[in-house]
């Protein structure tokens, strides 16, 4: 919207990974359009409070519906919007700290009710709207305006915990290839249940990590980043868990639950095996 | 936690308003219930008690009774109940048959034991009624009731919001457990559910308030029932559904505050927090029942409300309601205004916030694709910062409120300078009160809203004109009294805050000291 709107004044740095991960969701977005011949209106895109979250105001083309919410509950409203209307493409996108510091209490409910939605998880390791606080991906030690003396708290890592709280699909993506990752939210998108797309998404002016993420020969640091070996058994989840203690950020599928089925679909069952009662038996049912 | 329990039945001809001052009869099954509330029986009323449990001296208005010896001699010791009803029945000459016709219907149901339960509890009740006709007993003739012309329901206040909110076409509702509005979620769990319908369990109240405002954009009549604690987590949410504009209705069954509070006992101070849940500039829709009837109208009402302005509705109920089961006019649905929300159907491209008031709502899936925003925001829903749209958005959602301005009230001797005006539960309390004083001749009117906010207007009009508007209410602050107030109301409260309702002799007391030097109003530092 951004180009349509002169009023919205909100900018990403230049080098936000956050204008990839815009890119790749536009491309997975456009091609699923493409693919259900359904509208663009179909999709709802819902947005944290962050850098991240402005993404629902900058997709160009045919406009998605958008939530920009409050700091932290994208997962309750989207819970709210795909069971309220299960035909609905449901799309999250929020980042380190929405997701996985205030947010993180609303990620274990989703992955047990396997709730049909897809969530953009855009982890620059940093709170940037703030300017540069210390954030739950932040490396321990790392220096920052709330962590002057080197930060205290150990790094979390947030694809062993998705594997751990039992996510169906968990992905991993860098902002840097967007194709790439436009491929990864398409999948997950298609996943049948709560899919997770972690993306590295860095932050050129507090946690600028491309060089870190990327590697630099000349500097002699090697990248952080691998790709997953074609040959990774995505449904096996003991290989999941080894592929994240090689270290390093995995990008690619990590693990896909093969049998699947979403929260709407486990109510569709008990609806077919209840006798249902409308306003009018309810009332008569308490009549004297 | 826990401690005594107790369960109050009132029993009348006439519509009971109140849970009422005085005890008729007291069955005490502990010493220690019958130390504590046997300075409530009345004169002429009795004691009944539990002789194999403890000794007190029986005289003539105490009667003790060996109700599991007695239970035990029917052969089925789990008539213990049936042994008090029937000396209860004798207490208030209640035709004999009614209850062994009752224990027929409730037992009859075609297992083996049957014929021997029925025998065993029929029993029971004529041992308890012998006991209390042999020593002279009696509280004198209750009249016989009359069948009323229209049909009845018996429900408790958390059914009848319940039955309101699937009355008004409720698509989704979401909640957290909660005492005591966990009824409501229980009832939804167990009926709101088929095509198009949706009924869960939340993780929390900030799961529940953004999942039903989720439904709510999403284009559905969606609901959350909590208590004080649950709305304080809401409140965030609660701002969001006010800024970006979508309809949901939260039901808050007050109980004692702050913080835990008193779970289990009544209190009506969470009307400050209803009015204002959120940060800023925001003030909320409330409607708040004061009556097990009134809480399903309040309840159809407040959807409708949160359709027809597009956003947040709060219903006060009361923990007093929550529990309190009541037989009322059976509610004629074919006679209920249901509303829907005004939904966009143009092309794309739409400015879903232009213009100073109301507009119609995209739904997803459909046109007019849209950012709802909790940022500020301009008429496209983007973000905006700029000084004139602030104001311009902040007066757009006041303005909606003038569309809710339908609210009734009642008045009653209107031309008195001084009114008595409760709000919610203390509605019965003080109707009793109100008689009583009218009946001695004393000069008080009368005024009552489950319309809160906004109050209509012409009632707002009429309270400007009183010398003295007494509000009875169960607070320490006087809420309702300080809102009234400032909209320029001589209004003073009447407060109590000891997690009981009023009683009617205790209103009686207080309004006639207060009325008798009306100049002036009394405030609360």
Redesign the interface.
Known sequence: ?SKK?P????KWCPGCGDFGVRRALEIALQRRSAETEL????N?V?AG?GCSG?L??LVEG?????????HG?T???????????P??NVVVAAGDGDFLSIGG??I??QAKRNLDVTAIVMDNGVYGLTKGQGSPTTKMGTVTSTTPFGKLEEALNPLVLYLTLGVGFIASGFSGKPKDLADLIYQGMSYPGFAIVHVQSPCTTYNDTYEVLKGNPQKGILPVLWDVNANHDRTDRDAAYGLLRKGGVPIGVIYQREASEPLEER?KR??QR?K??D??Q??ES??? | MGGPTLAQSRISTEPVLSAGDDLDVLVAFSREAYDAHRSEVRKGGVILYDSGGFQVDDDDNTLGLPIDELAKSTGNPRAANMVLLGAIAHLVNMPEEYLPDFVMKRFNRGRAGDVAVIKANIMALSLGREQARSRGFSIGELELPQKPEF?????KGN?AIS?GA??AGL??F?GYPISPATAILVFMER?L???GK?A?Q???E???????????????K?MTATSGPGLSLMS??L??GWM?EIPVVVVDVQRGGPATGLPTKTEQSDLLAALNPAHGDARFPIIAPGTVEECFYATVKAINWAERYQGPVIVLSEQVFAERNQ?IP??D?DKLVIERRKVYSGE?GYRRYEGADLSPM?L????G???????EH?P???????AH?HVEMTERRFNKLKLLEDGTYEGEHQEEPIALMPWGASKGPAREAYNIMRERGQRVGWYYTMYLHPLPPKLLEELRQKELVLVPELNYQGQFASILRSQGVRAEAITQYNGLPFKVRDLVARVTERAKSPKGVMVRA
């Open positions: 919207m709107n009023e919205y004044d909100f509208p663009m209106e179909n709802v819902v409070i402005n629902v105001h045919p406009q998605p519906f958008g939530i920009h919410g409050i509950r997962l309750p409203v989207a819970f709210g919007i795909k069971m309220a209307r035909e609905l209490e609303h274990a409910p109510l008990v609806i209840i249902l009662q306003a009018r309810l009332v308490f009549s004297i | 049909e009845q329901i018996m429900v059914d039955l699937v009355a698509d989704t979401i009926n559910i088929g095509p949706f869960y939340a993780s929390s900030l799961e529940a308030i953004n999942a039903v405002l989720g439904a709510g954009y999403a284009g559905k969606a965030e949410g701002g969001m970006m037989n059976k509610p649905l794309r995209p997803p899936g459909g046109p694709s849209y950012v709802a925003n909790a940022s301009d496209m829903g983007d973000t905006t910062h700029l749209r």
